[in-house]
């Protein structure tokens, strides 16, 4: 890009009272830099929106093979029998997926209800079941 240099004192206008060429030259590259600016600032600012929204939908994983308590959003995979217990304090649409695969997985709601019951078992090898919490139920929903 050119450098921006301004017009010295009188050389901004001709005698008829129209913008001199050096006049005209610096306005137009002053316009271009501020656009060029704004659409940088603007490409930021999507690029923000757009690693914030991945960070909203990432949640943790993990392989248990033992008895576990989720602590966030996250997806569990259980290879061996056990139990799961949900996060006690919950936030609202905490998203918590499990997969059981090799043995029954009983998921204990830890003082909320899932399907309005205390617990629900996975019998299948295999399945994966996705658990919303909602603050407006005040429990957990296999979804």
Do not use: H
């Not at 129209?18 to 600012?45: C, H, K, M, V, Y």
């Not at 029954?104 to 079941?129: K, L, Q």
Request: proline share 2%.
């Amino acid at each position: 890009m050119a450098k921006l240099i301004p017009p010295r004192r009188g050389e901004a206008l001709t005698f008829e009272g129209i913008g001199s060429l050096r006049f005209l030259e610096f306005i137009e590259l002053a316009s271009l830099t501020i656009n060029d600016t704004a659409e940088n600032q603007a490409e930021i600012d999507d690029n923000i929106n757009q690693d914030q929204a991945r960070q909203e939908l990432r949640r943790d994983f993990s392989v248990q093979s033992s008895d576990y308590t989720t602590l966030d959003s996250e997806i569990v995979v259980c290879t061996d029998k056990m139990t799961i217990t949900l996060n006690a304090t919950p936030d609202d649409q905490e998203l918590v997926s499990i997969q059981a695969s090799n043995g029954v997985v009983v998921i204990e709601g830890n003082g909320n209800t899932i399907n309005n019951e205390t617990s629900a078992v996975i019998r299948r090898n295999f399945t994966t079941w996705d658990l919303l919490y909602g603050v407006e139920i005040n429990g957990w929903i296999i979804i």
